[in-house]
């Protein structure tokens, strides 16, 4: 077996716990510290003895962790955090704002590159492993659709940007799929549908005491990229219904691929996923490819990659002996 790849956490949120928890789980990783902008005296990690530091030491830490997980949000952190960190460290992130992923990788990839490290950015399972299922189904199936549904759950991105609106001082937001679209789909109509037709979102917001409501549901609904293409409905309630109805982070999907190989054949293709803990699970995969990035780095692979360009076996603590023997 390597030796154990060493991990140090940027930013401990719910998605930072659940990185501490995954690498827990991996006996060929561990935690050489978190890194926060909080006072390091004041964070309750998982372990009680874990290592916890400002993130404004980080660059004496060089020569002692092998990959940094990035557990910002993608609204304001990691576009600054990622190619920042990549200049001096090799890096995973979440980064999730479809539409600003070919900006994000190239900042990533030029300062990746002039630094000599390997970056893994947008990982997660939507960008991530929902990405590489359309990539699966429109490579297999050239001729057909790709559907994607997120929910119903909780969109930890969607929930950061809410409340890093001025007037808000909680929330949380869900991700509701039509059952109509996806029955149709599952049935193989292949129908056209526009991004209103495939999903609602759902706010549940805290106000600060002196905050406008009708100023703060227009800056939610009004959010190019997270809320102004759908049909958004905000809901203001108490910090005590919050904490009561909406501390749970549940989410999931499907991916389906609906096509034809001839005339008479129709070939249907689905993933889906059920989470009880969307930050855990993300957090999960975003050790699987940090495993992949400290083999990258080591051979010398350096620059920004995405999921379609990581081969699967490098996500993998087995040899590939074992994965050909087992798995394949």
């Known amino acids: 077996m390597d030796a154990q790849v060493r991990v140090g956490i940027v930013g401990y949120g719910n998605l930072g716990r659940g990185v501490e928890l995954s690498l827990r789980l991996n006996p060929d ?14 964070l309750l990690t998982v372990d009680p003895d874990a290592p916890v530091h400002r ?30 960190l990549a200049s001096a460290f090799c890096v995973v992130d979440s980064f999730d704002t479809h539409a600003r992923i070919p900006e994000h ?6 300062a990746a590159r002039a630094a000599g490290t390997t ?92 905050a406008d409501p009708d100023a703060v549901r227009a800056a939610i609904v009004s959010m190019p990229d997270y809320f102004e293409p759908y049909d958004t409905t905000v809901r203001f309630i108490s910090a005590e219904e919050l904490a009561r109805d909406h501390t749970g982070a549940p989410h999931g999907g499907f991916v389906i691929r609906s096509g034809t190989t001839s005339a008479s054949a129709g070939q249907t293709v689905e993933f889906r996923l059920g989470l009880d803990s969307n930050p855990e699970f993300t957090a999960s995969v975003l050790v699987a490819y940090a495993r992949a990035a400290a083999r990258l780095a080591a051979s010398g692979d350096h620059g920004a990659k995405t999921p379609f360009d990581i081969a699967p076996g490098l996500l993998s603590p087995k040899s590939p002996d074992q994965l050909r023997a087992e798995l394949l």
């Open 29 to 42: 990783m561990r935690l050489v510290s978190v890194f926060t902008r909080r006072d390091p005296a004041s």
């Open 55 to 84: 993130i404004d030491d980080l660059e004496s830490w060089r020569d002692r962790i092998d990959v940094l997980i990035l557990c910002g949000g993608s609204k304001s952190d990691l576009p600054e955090q990622t190619p920042s």
């Open 105 to 110: 990788f190239a900042a990533v990839d030029a």
């Open 119 to 210: 970056a893994v950015i947008s990982t997660g399972w939507d960008p991530g492993l929902f990405s590489l299922q359309r990539l699966y189904g429109e490579a297999i199936l050239p001729q057909g659709e790709t559907y994607t549904f997120w929910g119903r759950g909780l969109s930890q991105g969607h929930s950061d940007a809410i409340r890093r609106i001025p007037g808000v001082a909680a929330g949380v937001q869900y991700t509701i799929p039509s059952e109509n679209a996806i029955a149709r789909v599952r049935a193989g109509e292949r129908p056209e549908l526009s991004t209103r037709e495939k999903h609602t979102r759902e706010c549940f917001v805290v106000l600060e005491d002196d």
